[in-house]
């Protein structure tokens, strides 16, 4: 399976991990929905599935998959270690401030609501979670896993966030 899934990467990494991003942002929600909150099948909340499926595999999957590939081509320090903590840097204070805005910002519009206010109420709290948990996981990440799979390991993780 993962060998099938590393060939469709090399042969269209974009489309691979958008797909990816939309399955697996589409099922995060229903997790939290069903597992989390348990609201049962009758109070689920469908469309707010569909806008994060959407959105995992319109943009996250593709912008992340050129931001890895980006900080893997620019990004190279005299030591793994230190070239680690300069990507973890990176995404830390570049990529997700940015990403968590697109985020916050795509979330609104598509409810119909104000992406300022979205993003006044909720980038805070959430960018301080963020850093409590992405910068142990992207030291992993970028350490010891291939380049390819650098996305599906971000999806893999925010199913449990």
Not at 30 to 44: F, I, N, P
Not at 93 to 121: C, D, N, R, Y
Request: net charge positive.
């Amino acid at each position: 399976m993962l060998r099938w899934y590393q060939a469709k990467l090399a042969k269209s990494p974009i489309l691979t991990s958008s797909i990816t991003s939309a399955v697996l942002f589409g099922s995060g929600d229903v997790l939290a929905q069903q597992a989390v909150d348990r609201r049962g099948l009758e109070k689920h909340e469908f469309a707010r599935t569909g806008r994060m499926a959407l959105y995992g595999g319109a943009v996250f999957g593709p912008v992340a998959t050129k931001w890895f590939g980006i900080l893997q081509r620019h990004v190279n320090l005299n030591s793994t270690l230190t070239t680690t903590l300069a990507r973890v840097g990176c995404d830390q204070f570049l990529f997700a401030p940015v990403q968590l805005t697109a985020f916050l910002s795509s979330m609104a519009i598509m409810e119909g609501t104000s992406p300022l206010e979205k993003w006044h109420h909720s980038f805070l709290p959430a960018y301080k979670a963020n850093c409590m948990v992405w910068p142990i996981v992207q030291s992993a990440n970028f350490a010891f896993v291939p380049l390819e799979l650098r996305v599906l390991t971000v999806n893999v993780v925010s199913l449990g966030e």
